[in-house]
């Protein structure tokens, strides 16, 4: 059982970096999970049945937190976007008004 107690402290210390925001640990960990699954047979056995719910459940919450995470820098992304069109908008107007006011101070 030493396998699914391992993928389980895996997903715990996945979810504790994604609360830290500790985005370029993560890498290695799912190099690790993905080393440990390599080992596991098709079928978990009975026994591994605690370890293996416990771990689904926390990394659902990881999950959450991700897509959580995503959606806010969506927004964020959005915003910043809106705010570059609006800049571009007075830079425009700028222009033109600089434009119209040589060519009335050369007239």
Avoid: C, F, K, N
Wanted: glycine share 10%; charged share 25%; no cysteine.
């Amino acid at each position: 059982m030493e396998d699914y107690d391992e993928l389980l402290a895996l997903a715990e210390r996945e979810h504790a970096l994604v609360v830290e925001g500790a985005w370029e640990e993560l890498a290695a960990l799912d190099l690790r999970r993905r080393e440990i699954a390599a080992r596991l047979p098709a079928v978990a056995p009975a026994a591994a049945r605690g370890a293996l719910e416990r771990a689904h459940a926390v990394q659902a919450q990881t999950t959450a937190l991700l897509a959580a995470g995503v959606d806010g820098l969506r927004r964020e992304l959005t915003t910043l976007s809106q705010g570059r069109v609006a800049v571009r908008g007075y830079g425009g107007a700028g222009a033109a008004a600089a434009g119209r006011a040589r060519v009335e101070l050369s007239g």
